[in-house]
């Protein structure tokens, strides 16, 4: 929804998308309404986004290229960096690492990692949370989550991994509807050529030990191949880039893997829960 308030708090990014855009509309003798129509929206859509009103979405960056880009690229690349806007302060640091990545190995403890969410368990976590947040903001969020899964289909194939504890598989968000599309969403995934998803049992630390009691964590290999490590708790987030922290978590990581199920006994577990009836 359009509001006044954006076009004072409206970003760098979005200030320039929106003169880019005008300037380009005007440059080819375009009005608004006429703009409107060749990208599928309204010219008070339009006008909104050229007043920052309401900051161009992904969907219309690319209408904008297809239209009136003229081929430089321009609102394309343009997508990238207005996702970013979008993103929480303490997560956007790490965006643009996660997106570029050639490997990203995640363990989770308490909810599925947002890459794999579904659009229905994103919101009814993100709305869910406390302080509540607007509804413009949550929708702002939930669009910024789901486009993350693009990395999934990537070119060049980025190689992903998710450990989740078991008690994950076992917590539901908002309804069992809810929980049941994520599982099966997750079940899905888990059958890429490019992803591995494995369970850390219940009952793990009952047999001597449980290497993830410390909490989730991110581990990445960038595209020029350095590694690192991201974590956050309670809307802080820390990258660690340290070689000799990064090993130290890397080790850590790799012990979690060792204590979970199978790839194919996980995903047993991930779809025998998903077809369990709930009142």
Known sequence: MARAENKAEASGVARLVALLAKALREQQGLTQVELGKMTGYTGSAISAMETCAQPASDEMLVKLEETIGGGMQ????????????KYPPQFKNFALMEAEA???????????????????????????????LPDAKVDELVEARVTRRKLFDRDPTAMIELILDESVLRRPLASWEVHRGQLCSLAEDAERDNVSVQVVPLERALRGGHAGTRGDMVLVETKEHRRVVYLEIEDESILISDPAKVAQLSHRYAKIRTQALSPDDSLSLIRKLAGEERA
Do not use: M
Not at 111 to 124: N, S
Not at 125 to 132: A, D, Q, R, T, V
């Open 74 to 85: 321009v609102f394309e690349e343009a997508r990238t960096y207005v996702l970013l806007d």
């Open 102 to 132: 050639v490997t990203l190995s995640s363990y989770q403890t308490y909810v599925v990692g947002g890459l794999f969410q579904t659009e229905e368990y994103a919101r009814a976590l993100i709305s869910g949370g406390f302080p509540k």
